[in-house]
């Protein structure tokens, strides 16, 4: 009997510890994102067990159109959850994804590299350019997806410092 007792106390003292663990993350987030991801979530739990499998994910990808994904993909999608992906999980991948992005003052400050005269904007056509063709290269159309989300000014120019809020905020648009 004291052995099923103290069998009982480890599991409710690694309950515990679990709910403190994945109450941080909920902290992240405002309430608003929680909800997004929570339906997000909810599109890809095809099957509505609560948690998201190959079967979900390869659903998914169909319904978006992308019909063969190989399952070593798949695979290596499912692992990024370190075991069965429930919502808090994904929220936990979406919060390390997001903590991964850069400072917004060190994303300012390689704007500013082609902004010489300071004035707050880079030339669409030139910034476009250099996406095209150097270091980790865009494709064209990764390149207008991008464009269709920056803050333009009368001249076609990025407005760089929205573009940053943006990218480290979200699209206050979205709210």
């Not at 499998?53 to 695979?75: A, F, H, I, M, N």
Request: with cysteine; hydrophobic share 35%; glycine share 8%.
């Amino acid at each position: 009997m004291a052995s099923r007792k103290a069998g009982t106390r480890g599991k409710a003292a690694a309950t515990k510890q679990a709910q403190r663990g994945s109450s941080n993350v909920f902290s992240m987030f405002e309430q608003a994102q929680i909800q997004e991801f929570k339906e997000a979530f909810s599109c890809i739990d095809q099957n509505r067990d609560g948690i998201i499998c190959k079967s979900d994910l390869r659903e998914t990808y169909s319904q978006l159109g992308k019909l063969s994904v190989p399952d070593e993909e798949l695979d290596a999608m499912l692992q990024e959850g370190k075991g069965p992906i429930n919502f808090t999980v994904f929220l936990t991948l979406f919060g390390e994804k997001l903590n991964g992005t850069d400072p917004e003052e060190a994303i300012l400050s390689a704007f500013r590299m082609f902004d010489p005269s300071g004035q707050g904007v880079v030339n669409k056509d030139e910034f476009k350019q250099l996406l095209l063709t150097q270091a980790d290269k865009f494709s064209p159309a990764e390149v207008e997806q991008m464009f269709a989300l920056t803050p333009m000014d009368l001249a076609g120019n990025i407005d760089y410092k929205s573009l940053c809020y943006i990218i480290t905020h979200g699209d206050e648009k979205e709210e």
